[in-house]
């Protein structure tokens, strides 16, 4: 644009044209970041190139928010706080003060443990860097049946007829041979019988986390994010237990054997409990529907959330739960309405991988 002429009547133009284009404007504060992006002039630094999202703008800027927002839910210790009136003596004593981190809680859709991300939960497990899980029933039986038999890459445009008369499933452009679920079938039957036993021999109350830390330890294998999760003591919550092959073989077993009592209330007092108890949260959402709702309203017995990452493509338009925004859960109380919070709108398969090199992968 050229320079502004001072008299821009005495050039014919419009006053009222010069005065709509050409408002000045607002000094914006020191801090405001620049937009940049990686110069590969440099060559390829791929935690160079990561730490430049943050000023690319975008949905690149929400990714280097939600590593911001993570490391910091990472890093908090109580000690960080200061000392309250109605604290009790332990709680003023410093060593455990430094003790007490952000109690982290990891949701994830089925589809995540169908596919590779389910290796990256599995590191998370293992090393215990995040503190209570939640799926849907496919998130759960997934990983035990991948213990069991692989599942593999097709293609998104495979004919469903076809498929079907071959006794191969598509989820998106995975294909899972059907032959995987009559395994499944062979291996839980005698645990579900064993279940039964217990509860009618010994008062066993079983619950869906019951479930899934016996079928933890039943796997025993190294691949399974269950296993690890038995292993490491990390509380596993299902609320929609019966939503996928896990409720087929509870259906299946209910006919064999009838009698399996799965109780839901002590769940739902259990889940809401690892909320209502901790001294800080973080809620890291892939994905939406149940198992977003789930960890949300479980934080709203304790007023909120004070570190929210949602990554995922839903919108909001419809209201769906999925497709909303962390101000929304502000509304709720299910977020607090000062805690640090993103929606990274994005494929989970190609962010959620570069969030955790960039902030549970490094050191402490």
């Given at each position: 644009?050229?320079a502004r002429?001072?008299?821009?009547?005495?050039?014919?133009?419009?006053?009222?044209?010069?005065?709509?284009v050409?408002v000045?404007?607002a000094?914006?504060?020191?801090?405001?970041?620049?937009?940049?992006?990686?110069d590969?002039?440099?060559g390829?630094d791929y935690?160079a190139?990561?730490?430049?999202?943050a000023?690319?703008?975008?949905?690149?800027?929400n990714f280097?928010?939600?590593?911001?927002?993570i490391n910091h839910m990472r890093a908090w210790r109580?000690s960080?706080?200061p000392i309250?009136?109605?604290?009790?003596?332990?709680?003023r004593?410093?060593?455990?003060?430094?003790?007490v981190?952000?109690k982290?809680f990891?949701?994830?859709?089925?589809?995540?443990?169908?596919c590779?991300?389910r290796?990256?939960?599995?590191y998370l497990?293992k090393n215990?860097?995040v503190?209570?899980?939640?799926?849907?029933?496919?998130g759960?039986?997934?990983?035990?049946?991948?213990?069991?038999?692989?599942?593999?890459?097709g293609?998104?445009?495979l004919?469903?007829?076809?498929l079907?008369s071959k006794?191969l499933?598509?989820?998106?452009?995975?294909i899972?041979?059907n032959?995987?679920?009559?395994k499944f079938?062979d291996?839980?039957m005698?645990?579900?019988?064993?279940?039964?036993?217990?509860?009618n021999?010994?008062?066993v109350?079983?619950?869906?986390?019951?479930?899934?830390?016996?079928?933890g330890?039943?796997?025993n294998?190294p691949?399974?994010?269950?296993?690890w999760a038995y292993?490491?003591?990390?509380?596993?919550?299902?609320p929609?237990i019966?939503?996928g092959s896990?409720?087929d073989m509870?259906?299946?077993h209910?006919?064999r054997?009838?009698?399996?009592?799965v109780?839901?209330?002590?769940?739902?007092?259990?889940?809401?409990?690892e909320?209502?108890f901790a001294?800080?949260?973080?809620?890291?959402i892939?994905?939406?529907g149940m198992?977003?709702?789930?960890?949300c309203n479980?934080n709203?017995m304790r007023n909120g959330?004070?570190f929210?990452v949602?990554?995922n493509?839903?919108q909001e338009?419809?209201?769906s739960?999925?497709g909303?925004?962390p101000?929304?859960a502000v509304?709720?109380g299910?977020?607090?309405?000062?805690?640090?919070?993103?929606k990274?709108?994005?494929?989970?398969?190609?962010?959620?991988?570069l969030?955790?090199a960039?902030t549970?992968a490094?050191?402490?």
């Open positions: 644009m050229a002429d001072s008299n821009p009547q005495a050039n014919g133009v419009p006053e009222i044209a010069t005065s709509a050409l000045e404007s000094k914006l504060p020191k801090d405001t970041k620049l937009i940049r992006g990686y590969f002039e440099g390829v935690d190139l990561l730490r430049s999202y000023t690319v703008g975008f949905q690149a800027s280097g928010r939600a590593v911001e927002i109580l960080d706080e309250k009136e109605d604290d009790t003596e332990d709680d004593d410093p060593e455990y003060r430094k003790s981190k952000c982290i990891l949701g994830y859709t089925s589809n995540l443990v169908s590779g991300i290796d990256t939960i599995k497990a215990r860097l503190d209570v899980l939640v799926s849907s029933a496919g759960i039986e997934e990983d035990f049946i991948k213990c069991m038999a692989p599942t593999y890459l293609d998104f445009t004919k469903g007829r076809e079907r006794g499933n598509r989820t998106g452009n995975l899972v041979p032959d995987n679920y009559c079938e291996w839980i005698p645990i579900l019988d064993q279940m039964l036993k217990e509860q021999e010994e008062g109350v079983w619950t869906a986390s019951k479930m899934i830390h016996r079928l330890k039943e796997i294998h691949d399974s994010i269950y296993y292993k490491n003591d990390i509380p596993v919550y299902c929609a019966t939503d896990l409720g509870l259906y299946f209910s006919y054997s009838p009698g399996l009592v109780d839901v209330v002590q769940d739902i007092r259990a889940m809401n409990s909320a209502v001294k800080k949260t973080g809620i890291i892939l994905g939406g198992i977003k709702h789930h960890i479980a709203l959330a004070d929210a949602y990554v493509t839903a338009f419809d209201g739960d999925a909303a925004r101000d929304e509304s709720w299910k977020i607090r309405a000062d805690a640090e919070s993103v990274v709108y994005a494929e989970v398969t190609l962010v959620f991988p969030l955790v960039q549970f490094r050191s402490e």
